[in-house]
């Protein structure tokens, strides 16, 4: 055991503050839920592929560096403290690209990955339906194979900006006489295929950042199957590893929020006073921020040493979820009368957080995971 | 950056952890609730002869050289274990911080601690001194170290929740040692947050097994929602406050420049897991874990105090918050 960061490590994560420091744009970009401000990020995302930033643990030959594991947690330690912006190629590169690496034949890595991660594609989820959310295995979207070809007939929702998406990654039932998690594929849809149809739904920040997706004979080819034809399930649960675990939410972005939180309150305690209850609240999200840092860098080992991630993940999720509103929900009471006012940062990161518990399965889920598939509790 | 243990470490954790349940069920922790020491009989002795008491002496003074990282996993074994032996006042915090006062006061005692000839204990100045009438040297930790030797020294005893722990106000002659106070309180803090979390894991351990097999409305009471997601919050809360416990142990044995406030990370988010578990534990047990005769509260008591002891999780956000400048 040696928790210190190596030369090495040191040494690449002074190199990636060092470019951020000159490459963060001074102003905050628009938000990644409206057209322009999905379009400036995906600009940023061009800038930090080019730079060599954007995949850093990925392989060179798609634009990454070949970074270890702890190389790139160390990244997003710097990436989020550096107080860049969101990363609208996210739910491809955490999400999707992980599942191309495991299942996607080597054409389709080398179709997808690269313009994947230069944010030239920019990828959204397709899984959830009106009468599927937690219960996924639920879903009704068909896709009826047609010679080389799947024709797509049904309804996705919740897809984060499904509006503005080039490419959707989807669960959909291809063996029409299947149920549950049987008879499920995962497909790969242009979004400009003919019979597809997105329209934006507002979110709770008023922003059209959600999208409802309608298939109506959309047709896919078969080259766009990743994994296995009816092997969907087994795929996507690979993907929720990735959703609920740390790809997604690295501690990095929580310890900036918990630092940039301690500042918030030192400023106002410097013209209000002190106020050991609320400060008391800070301490406690600084903490979470630090047990989830120190809990991934032991998972990191566990993972290295040829461990699985599985049914932990859903420890992960739980915790950033429920940190994250908790980060926020402290601003808030820090501001006081200012909590309210809608141009605060604290309130958009709040009302972002409040998804945290719901999207990836909601954390009754998880704690079903938990306590079913690590504890081994019966599960009826 | 590697948190990964040494197959050495893994491997002197399972003999210790098959040592304790051998030798350390819960009847003979019973044993140390009833008798006159709040200790067992023989188990000091098998831990010394498998070098795991004087441990941390430097292998000149007859130790194996070993720092906080390798007894770490020791203490939460001792904690799952419920085990009513000093490894924290003598392993943990006594020896080493003999070994580095040196002096006299290390010649006199530390070969007869490494080799488990005498015992030593320790105890926040001003506080308890648990089993100091069965050690031989008493360190006394606050702005400075105090060591007083047990022969001639006043005692005055106090009962504790937890019946193995005999607690002490120790006076008495003293010689002020060479070493420093703050180090020594980390030492104490970061062991008592591995215990915790054995602990907690115990309680947690003990509780799935039950609700899996207690069937009420003809179902296992482990099948249902409400009970599984208590369980869920207990295991969340020992799955974070585990790896700051380690991390803590790492700093101490580094000399890392965040040592106080790190510690002070494990030992709140410890003594909150510990707190959750044996709340949860008791509540899924329902009235059998509410019994004297039943083993649950061995863990649950020792639980509550060692959460207590040696700053509790207010206590050490106040020192976090003070470290953050807040």
Redo the contacts between chains.
Sequence with gaps: MDLSFTPAEEEFRDEARTWLAENVPAEPLASMDTPDGFEEHREWEHHLFDAGWAVVSWPERYGGREASLVEWLVFEEEYWASGAPGRVSSNGVSLLAPTVFDFGTPEQQDRFLRPMARGDEVWAQGWSEPDAGSDLAGIKTKAQRDGEHFVIEGQKTWCSRGAFADWFFCLVRTDPDSERHAGLSYLLVPADTEGLEARAIGRLDGEPGFAELFFDGARVHERYLLGGEGEGWAVAMATTGSERGLNLRAPGRFMAAADRLVGLYQELADSRGSDLDRRDQVVSAWMGSQAYRWQTYATEARLRGGAPIGSEASFMKVLWSELDVELHATALRLLGRDGERADSSWMDGYVFALSGPIYAGTNEIQRNIISERVLGLPRR | ??????DD?IMFQEAVRDLLANECPPEVVRSAWENDTGRTDGLWGALAEMGVVGMTAPESAGGLGMDE?DLVLLLEEAGRAALPEPLLEHTAVGIPTLAEAGGSIAEAWLEQAVAGEATLGAGADGGYAVGAATSDLVLLIGDQIRAVPVAGASLVEHQSVDWSRRLFEVGGEEVVLDADPGLAFDRAAGAAAAQCVGVAQHL?DAT?EY??QRYQFG??V??Y?A???H???A??KI??????A??AA??IA?G?PDRSR?VS?AK??ASEAVDLAARTALQCHGAIGYTFEYDLHLWMKRGWALSAAWGDA?WH??R??AA???
Excluded: Y
């Excluded at chain 2, 950056?1 to 040494?6: A, E, L, R, T, V």
């Excluded at chain 2, 799955?239 to 700051?244: H, N, S």
């Design positions: 950056m590697d948190f990964s243990f040494s470490q990282t947690l799935v609700v899996a179902k296992p482990g099948s929602q009970v599984k997601h369980l869920a919050n295991a969340l799955e974070f406050a585990r790896p700051t380690r991390h790492w700093c580094a890392n790190d990370l709140a988010l207010a956000r106040n976090i918050a953050l400048g807040i």
